[in-house]
């Protein structure tokens, strides 16, 4: 090997900690990004193979109940690939002595044989014995069940059974249970029919021959099966076409993504500063070398490309690090989205793309972060370069030395140590950046995780009653209202109307369905948090409030817009006078406010209402549950039929639930990014007291006790970690108000109600302080070990 | 071979410019055997650096084995001084992560001087003439200081250069050594090579062929011209 080449590999491994440093600084950068890159790849394929593979409808049309006749001829239809039948039914499951939760029931064919949305049997029978039920995996904890367990179902109308739990499905084609906020099980007709629910299929699940992906040519061909089925005398409820081969989930998806992608670039240009810091200070040590390299010959360029490859040395060992670590870390973020997700991941996948990505990352971020000072060192004249000392020993005293030594009560290593911290202003400047990048991303996580929290509990808030009582089936609302109100736990109570409603689009076809509230206009039982608009107006007649994600599901829309709703197949329309900010998640339905007198007028029904808001004397979860019971059994005493009541403080539990994948894992980036800075910080002490060397050994010859020593690098590193603090908690305010809006409007389309986090501050002050001790204990340390004669001597 | 003719050299300091060379005006012939002598801050090493070409004069003209250096880029100086110059350092000056023979090695290399096999077979050719070759594949800082200056001037002579400059060569060495390496100048002279010396040993100074003496940025003795 020619000398030069041997001089960078020599170097690599003559300074091991300082190489180490930069190895390290480099790998947790690269690791961090190819986790991030590496486990949302393996996710995604995982995603999109396995629902592929449950062969996902194209369309699902609800209509009214149909026979095997009307599917061959949905068949039969041109593009139509396949018609399978299905029959799901609201029902709930009991979970507690007065605790219910949602539970859709499919039913399984007889002989178990699907081909759209295929189901797969985890463990137990498939399919399900005649009264017994099966339970799609994600929703087991919501029942509180296990297999073998025996479950209390009961149907809208119809009586409660014990139904025993015999197995797990897996089920792709539907939202994990906590985001979808309602378990699902399967059963077969035999069984919904002793559970007093109907006999015959009511949905007809269709897949196109071609374009399958293409949302407009399903459309299509499912308003051609919609004729078809208008034929056969049927009404044609709904026509719902779910985004082409994509899961429901990925949308959520794509904002994890996209904050998860901005955090691993985060960690490179983090791990970037400190690689210019230890870069530099590698140059400030050879500055002389590279003086006599050049005195015996070398030009500039070849100069440079020696610190090149040795920075691209450093960037490949630090790959054998950050490989294996990234990949094995982005198996663990798989692991942990998919368990989310209800995903499984079939056998291991190794992502080549990402890996390779990795390698060209830990190449090219210590080059182009070293590029910098490499270019200034190697462009120096040999005479400046021999000289050796790039920074000349200053002319005078610092405004700052000044002062310090103006104030008579700090000790004179105090002073050094304070003095020392601004004396290499670059680095200070760059360690500062990478550890107070790293306090600001803690404290925005954790102020993003609050501020989640307080927009649930504002939106929760603005429901200002405590329970709501969903009916079997439509009551009068004066009597109803008059068997309630006499409870002593109820304060206040308001009737309204529930409805599912389509907006008519102007090709005749629905779309998405709009979960109608059909309720006083003056309302005192709901605060709405008018986003845009205004609330109803008794005057008003046809008004309608959306909630804001109805924005995500249709663009165009503006207040004024007139927007026509089927129900029942009738169609009325109403102008839209409001936007109203619910906690919703893209997913999940729009819900839309109209007068309750409107409402009948147009639909029907005056007088007769499907549920009740009640306001209780007590708020907390055991009031809520108390208030439960004894509505539960005045409405049953009464001979209502109760579909489900559900609490406030059960509301909340759901929807907080929903956020834990989003909030777990930006905890685990903002604590490795905390890991950067700290070795970022590590970095510049070892490199200080490396620099001081020949100084400390000056101080120790003229009399500098050990403990002065230490305690002038603890100060040191104590300062600059306390100026970190400093400034990432300002830092900390812009960025997290940025994060909160960004994350608010893509993931529910409001801006989240920017909550600051006073103690993530505060743990990170103790986070910061104890990095800064760690990290300037090993120099403090070896500082202290050096014998004068050693120091001195040192070049 | 050395031919500078009204060289002045200033520095730029906080209290205004600071003139080391006051137009200097100095003749060397090849195959002479220069000392350079004067008092620290004299202008001595301001001067070598002159004919090295580490650094430029403000005004004047330095014109080194028939090249004007004040023509030439930084990166064109760098090729030139790679082959037209030796220099030999006080502190010996050899990169410490690399072993002798590389060190050696390292002009060849920079230069692309030879294919790397002939690189190696002249290190040793020239670390047997200053008697080291046993010590080839150690690196510097197992020899002692008389050692590393073999090794120091065996670099310099690696790519065959006309001219060796010396900046105080023996000042960090015993008596005994710095003879021995005087002995070793005066063979190279008697090689053909040309030798410039900077030094503070004035019985040294007196053993070359010439010496010049400066003092305050000026030639006040320009011996034998």
Not at chain 1, 314 to 343: C, E
Not at chain 2, 121 to 135: G, P
């Amino acid at each position: 090997m020619a000398p030069r080449w041997s001089k960078v590999v020599r170097d690599l491994f003559a300074y091991r900690t300082r190489t180490l440093l930069v190895v390290l600084s480099i790998a947790i950068g690269v690791a961090a990004f190819g986790a991030i890159l590496a486990g949302l790849t393996i996710i995604r394929a995982e995603l999109q193979s396995s629902y592929l593979a449950v062969n996902p409808a194209s369309a699902l049309i609800t209509t009214q109940p149909f026979d095997e006749v009307l599917l061959e001829n949905i068949r039969r239809l041109p593009d139509v690939a396949d018609a399978q039948g299905q029959r799901a039914v609201a029902a709930r499951a009991q979970v507690g002595p007065d605790e219910w939760v949602d539970l859709q029931l499919f039913v399984v064919p007889d002989d178990g044989l699907m081909t759209i949305n295929l189901v797969r049997s985890e463990t137990g029978p498939w399919p399900p014995p005649d009264r017994t039920v099966l339970i799609e995996r994600a929703s087991l904890d919501m029942t509180r069940a296990s297999v073998g367990d025996v479950l209390a179902l009961q149907l809208a109308d119809g009586p409660t059974r014990s139904v025993p739990l015999v197995g797990l499905t897996h089920d792709l084609s539907l939202p994990p249970a906590a985001i979808a906020g309602q378990a699902f099980g399967y059963v077969t007709a035999d069984t919904l029919i002793w559970l007093g629910g109907p006999a015959d299929d009511n949905q007809v699940l269709m897949t196109t021959s071609t374009g399958r992906d293409d949302a407009e040519h399903i459309q299509r061909v499912a308003s051609e099966v919609e004729r078809l089925i208008e034929r056969s005398g049927r009404e044609v409820l709904v026509i719902d076409v779910p985004t082409p081969l994509q899961h429901p989930v990925e949308l959520v998806l794509g904002t994890l993504v996209a904050i998860l992608a901005t955090l691993g670039l985060l960690a490179l240009l983090i791990s970037g500063f400190l690689i210019i810091n230890t870069i530099t200070a590698i140059l400030t040590q050879q500055t002389r070398q590279i003086g006599i390299m050049k005195a015996i010959g070398a030009r500039t360029s070849q100069i440079m490309g020696l610190y090149f490859v040795l920075a691209a040395g450093f960037g490949l060992l630090a790959l054998l690090l950050a490989l294996p670590l990234g990949m094995f870390g982005g198996y663990g973020v798989a692991l942990f989205v998919a368990s989310q997700l209800n995903v499984t991941l079939e056998g291991v996948r190794w992502p080549l793309e990402i890996m390779a990505l990795q390698g060209v990352a830990a190449v090219l971020v210590p080059i182009i972060s070293a590029a910098v000072p490499i270019r200034a060192t190697a462009r120096m004249t040999v005479r400046e370069a021999l000289s050796g000392d790039t920074t000349p020993p200053p002319a005078r005293m610092s405004l700052l030395s000044r002062l310090l030594s103006a104030v008579a009560f700090i000790k004179r290593p105090t002073i050094l140590a304070l003095r020392n911290t601004f004396r290499r202003r670059g680095r200070l400047v760059r360690t500062l950046i990478a550890l107070s990048l790293g306090g600001a991303v803690f404290v925005s996580v954790m102020t993003l995780r609050v501020s989640l929290f307080t927009t649930l509990d504002d939106s929760i808030a603005a429901q200002q009653y405590d329970l709501e009582v969903q009916l079997a089936r439509p009551y009068r609302a004066e009597r109803i209202m008059q068997d309630v109100a006499s409870l002593p736990e109820v304060t206040h109570l308001e009737a309204l109307v529930r409805a599912q409603a389509f907006p008519v689009q102007p090709d005749g076809t629905t779309a998405e369905m709009v979960n109608l509230r059909a309720l006083p206009a003056a309302t005192s039982l709901l605060a709405p948090r008018m986003s845009d608009g205004y609330w109803l107006d008794p005057a008003d007649e046809r008004s309608i409030v959306l909630s804001t994600n109805y924005r995500t599901k249709d663009p165009t829309v503006q207040l004024g817009d007139e927007l026509t709703l089927r129900i029942n197949n009738r169609d009325t329309t109403w102008q839209i006078t409001g936007f109203v900010e619910e906690f919703l998640p893209p997913t999940t339905p729009a819900l839309g406010y109209v007068n309750l007198a409107s409402f009948t007028r147009a639909y029907g029904g005056t007088g007769r209402v499907d549920a009740l808001r009640i306001a209780t004397t007590g708020h907390d979860a055991a009031a809520h549950a108390a208030a439960t019971m004894a509505v539960e059994q005045r409405l049953n005493e009464r001979g209502y039929e109760v579909r489900l009541i559900r609490s406030r403080t059960e509301d909340r539990d759901i929807l907080s639930e929903r956020f834990n994948v989003l909030t777990g894992v930006l905890s685990l980036m903002a604590a490795i990014i905390g890991t950067v800075g700290g070795l970022g910080l590590a970095g510049t002490m070892s490199i200080n007291v490396l620099e001081r060397t020949r100084e400390l050994g000056i101080m120790r010859a003229v009399g500098a006790s050990d403990g002065a020593v230490q305690q002038m690098v603890f100060v040191e590193g104590i300062t600059i970690g306390l100026l970190a603090w400093l400034i990432g908690t300002l830092l900390s305010f812009p960025m997290s108000y940025a994060m909160s809006y960004q994350l608010g409007m893509s993931l529910l389309n409001l801006p989240l109600t920017w909550t600051y986090a006073p103690l993530a501050v505060v743990a990170w002050l103790f986070i910061v302080l104890l990095i800064a001790s760690l990290a300037s204990y090993l120099p403090a340390r070896n500082a202290t070990r050096l014998t004068v004669r050693e120091v001195l001597a040192y070049e | 071979m050395i031919q500078l003719t009204r060289v002045i050299k200033e520095y730029p300091t906080a209290a205004g410019p600071y003139r080391a060379l006051k137009g200097v005006d100095i003749t060397i012939e090849p195959g002479e055997f220069v000392a350079v002598v004067g008092k620290s801050g004299s202008g001595k090493s301001t001067l070598i650096n002159m004919i090295t070409g580490i650094d430029r004069s403000t005004s004047g003209t330095v014109c080194v084995a028939g090249t004007d250096l004040g023509r030439l880029s930084e990166g064109q100086l760098a090729v030139w001084r790679g082959r037209t110059v030796g220099i030999i350092f006080q502190f010996f000056q050899l990169l410490p992560t690399l072993t002798v023979a590389e060190n050696v090695m390292l002009p060849m290399d920079f230069g692309n001087i030879g294919r790397p096999r002939e690189r190696r077979q002249r290190a040793m050719m020239l670390l047997e003439q200053m008697e080291i070759s046993e010590h080839a594949d150690k690196l510097p800082g197992a020899l002692s200081g008389g050692q590393q200056q073999r090794v120091a001037i065996a670099r310099s002579l690696a790519n065959d250069p006309p001219l060796l400059v010396a900046d105080e060569p023996t000042g960090n060495l015993d008596s005994r050594t710095a003879d021995a390496i005087f002995h070793l100048f005066e063979h190279l002279v008697e090689l053909g090579k040309t030798i410039v010396m900077v030094t503070h040993d004035t019985d040294l100074a007196q053993r070359a062929g010439r010496s010049i003496t400066v003092t305050d940025g000026l030639i006040v003795a320009p011996g034998g011209l």
